[in-house]
C-alpha cells in the first residue's frame, strides 16, 4: 500500500519518479489524478512531460466521475467512521486488514452490487 503522511508535490513526485522505474520500457503512462493542489505544481507537470507520463484529471466537483469512489464509501464506513486511532500506523494496519478482507470476498454478489453503486457524500 502506497502510503505517505504528507502528499505534497515533493511526495507526488517520487511516487512518479517510482512508477516511470518501474515501467522503464518507454511507453507512455496515462495516469488519472483528482485535482490536489500537489499533482498540478510545475515541476510535477513538467517531470511528466519529459518522462513520456501523461496526467488526466479528473472533473474538478465530479467525484461520481471517478471509479475509485465506489470503494470510499465502504472504506470508509469500516475503517474510518468511529474510530480513534492512536497514530498514523494503526490507521494503515487498519486500512490494511480491510484490504485484505475486501480482496478475499471480491466475488461476493452483495459486495459487487454495493461497490457499483456511487455514494456522493
Known sequence: ??????????EVLAFLKNLRRRYNDGRKIYLVLDNASAHHKSDVVLWCSQNNIEL????????????????????????????????????????????????????DKQLLKAQNTVRVM
Open 1 to 10: 500500500m502506497h502510503c505517505k503522511q504528507r502528499k505534497r508535490a515533493v
Open 56 to 107: 488526466v484529471f479528473i472533473a474538478t466537483n465530479a467525484s461520481w466521475m471517478n471509479r475509485i469512489e465506489c470503494h470510499f464509501a465502504p472504506f470508509k464506513q469500516f475503517v474510518i467512521n468511529n474510530s480513534d486511532y492512536p497514530n498514523h500506523k494503526a490507521i494503515q494496519e487498519k486500512a490494511q486488514q480491510y484490504l485484505r478482507w475486501r480482496n478475499k470476498n471480491a466475488k
